[in-house]
Structures are given as structure tokens and as C-alpha cells.
């Protein structure tokens, strides 16, 4: 059963606009979020977490927004660079937790 | 400052061998955990190790995996009898507490192959 889902499997944007990921949850325990960015032939590295007290946090060029109503969260970049292609999985975890569970990732391509 | 060192990078293998992949964690981690990347899917939790013990094998298939982390050297994940199934990105990763909400380092993956 896939609890974290990524219905995207792919965006494309143009260099200097935003880029949009979206993510949904169905496990009501979840109560904090992370991005990690992959790259081919590395294993991914984290980007941006969130925890459920917050809707939102910033980290320079990345946001990450969580509606735990919806059971949905999105990451945004913005401006999008060429380096920010690859693949983003979302993933969540519950309070004292120490397994996460994943998306199936978008792949990002941000042309030039 | 070495991160997450993973071995072999890539590992061929034919139905009935036995794989066995070796993780090195950051140093000062004691916490070692071993994800599973299918084709087009995300990564699966398989188990979670500290130093000698086995803490959550949960994720793991019952038969032919097993894994360990000694108390010196690497972890190291087992697969005996492979089959066409197993082939898949493992990927290991550590942390300095066992909690998911502190980022995981996560290693450059051994990519599986059983012919």
C-alpha cells in the first residue's frame, strides 16, 4: 500500500520560472515531511523537511507548504536552474519514527 | 570527511548465487538502515541496525535476506539465492540518532542485476 504518493512522475520548466511538485498522504500518523533530490548514480540527499506544526518553511530558493487537512503537501522552486534537474521523492514519517516512507519521485528537467 | 560508502557500486549476478553488499556509514553514525529502489518506484524501508542488533527487519522479505552491522566493519546485506525479483538500486543510509526526522546521509547505492 503506497501511503505517500507522487502523481507526477515528471515536470518540465523553463529556466528562471517555478517549478511545482506535489505530494499526498494517506497515514494520518504522518506528522513530518522531508524532500530529498537524486541525482543519477548517487543516492539522494536531503533538501527540505517539514514538520506538521508549521504549513510552511523556506530554505533559500525552496518551500516546502503542508495542508495537513488535505493531506497534501508541494515543494516549490523557485527561480528553477538547470542544476535543480533530477528526481525529488517526498517522504513522511511519524512522531518517534525512524523508518520513512517514499514517493515514487517526480524527475524535474529545467531547460534553458 | 568521508559520507555513506557503499560497495560494490554495481553487482551482477545469476539466479541461485548469493549478493552480499556492503555499507560503510558516516563516521559517528550507529545507526544503519537499508532502503530498496524497484524500477520506477520509491524507495522501500527493509531494515533498521545499530551497532550488533537488529532493530526493525520488518521491511525485509522472511527468506533468503538477512542483514548485520558488526561491531567492526561495515553492515552488510545478504541475499542468498537470488532471483530475476531482487534486481533493484539498494541503497544504505545512516544517521547519528534513529530518529527519520533527522535527515538520513544516504550512499551512492549498489545497482543489482541477476540474470
Known amino acids: 500500500d503506497q501511503q505517500v504518493k507522487q502523481n507526477s512522475p515528471s515536470l518540465s520548466v523553463q529556466e528562471g520560472r517555478i517549478s511545482i511538485l506535489n505530494c499526498d498522504y494517506t497515514?494520518?500518523?504522518?506528522?513530518?515531511f522531508l524532500w530529498y533530490k537524486k541525482y543519477p548514480a548517487e543516492g539522494p540527499t536531503f533538501l527540505i523537511s517539514i514538520s506538521s506544526i508549521k504549513d510552511k518553511n523556506e530554505d533559500g530558493r525552496f518551500t516546502v507548504f503542508l495542508n495537513k487537512s488535505a493531506k497534501h503537501l508541494s515543494l516549490h522552486i523557485v527561480p528553477s536552474q538547470p542544476g535543480d534537474s533530477a528526481v525529488y521523492f517526498c517522504a513522511a514519517s511519524g512522531s518517534n519514527d525512524y523508518k520513512l516512507s517514499f514517493g515514487a519521485g517526480t524527475t524535474v528537467t529545467v531547460r534553458a | 570527511n568521508a559520507g555513506v560508502m557503499q560497495n560494490p557500486r554495481h553487482l551482477v549476478r545469476r539466479r541461485g548465487q548469493e549478493a552480499r553488499l556492503r555499507c560503510s556509514p558516516m563516521k559517528g553514525h550507529s545507526h544503519v538502515y537499508w532502503y530498496r529502489q524497484l524500477p520506477e518506484e520509491g524507495l522501500k524501508f527493509m531494515v533498521y541496525?545499530?551497532?550488533?542488533?537488529?532493530?526493525?527487519e520488518s521491511g525485509m522479505p522472511k527468506e533468503r535476506f538477512s542483514a548485520e552491522f558488526p561491531k567492526e566493519g561495515p553492515s552488510i546485506l545478504r541475499i542468498q539465492q537470488v532471483v530475476r525479483g531482487d534486481s533493484a538500486a539498494y541503497f544504505c543510509?545512516?544517521?547519528?540518532?534513529?530518529?527519520?526526522?533527522?535527515?538520513?546521509?544516504f550512499g551512492s547505492g549498489t545497482q543489482l542485476s541477476v540474470l
Open positions: 543510509a545512516s544517521s547519528p540518532t534513529g530518529w527519520a526526522n533527522e535527515k538520513l546521509f
Open positions: 541496525l545499530q551497532k550488533e542488533n537488529i532493530i526493525d
Open positions: 497515514n494520518s500518523m504522518f506528522d513530518y
